[in-house]
């Protein structure tokens, strides 16, 4: 079983991003992020990336990480139909409120950790290309949000970081 497409979507009815993973043996997995859970997702995958890149907490960190994101993301197409064939939901076809994410480190990748109601929980390995392409997912969803999650590297000039904020 290998990962084969994810899609994430806004949902204005529902004010949240539906998170849709398909794997290769027509599994498919349905969540639903809150602002506050996206907010924390978005946080500890860029956690990650940037422990992963060895950029670490610098002044440049972020516009360095941004860049190394776009390189790796190009030639992605993240504007294709999500094409589900799916017969099997393990968690059911209705997506599931996600209640925490985190994202541990495990030394050869990172797991990550989509927390729901009793007990149960969503793991999957994830390496730097992977993690890096889920914080473009979600850079480009929360754009068409009104979050005000402020996705993107900070432009910075000598003076530190500016508030306009921009995706390229």
């Known amino acids: 079983m290998a990962l084969h497409q994810v899609n994430l ?9 539906l998170l849709r993973i398909s794997l290769t043996d027509n ?14 997702l978005l946080g500890h995958l860029q956690s990650g990336e940037r422990k992963s890149l060895g950029v670490g907490d610098t002044l440049a960190a972020p516009v360095v990480q941004e860049f ?4 790796a993301t190009a030639e ?9 064939e799916a017969t099997e939901f393990p968690f059911g ?16 990748h990172h797991e ?3 927390g729901l109601n009793a007990g149960n929980a969503f793991v999957m390995e994830m390496d730097l290309g992977m993690i890096q392409h889920f914080v ?8 068409v949000t009104d979050w005000g999650l402020e996705t993107p590297a900070a432009p910075y000039s000598l003076d530190g970081p500016t508030l306009g904020m921009a995706l390229h």
Do not use: C, H, M
């Open 9 to 17: 979507g806004y949902s204005a009815p529902e004010d949240r991003l």
């Open 27 to 40: 599994k498919e997995f349905r969540f639903w992020l809150t602002r506050a859970i996206t907010r924390s």
């Open 68 to 71: 190394r994101r776009e390189q």
């Open 76 to 84: 992605n197409d993240f504007s294709s139909e999500f094409q589900s």
């Open 93 to 108: 076809a209705e997506p599931r409120l996600v209640l925490e994410a985190s994202l541990r480190d495990t030394g050869e």
């Open 112 to 114: 990550l950790k989509l």
């Open 136 to 143: 473009k997912l979600i850079q480009l969803a929360v754009n």
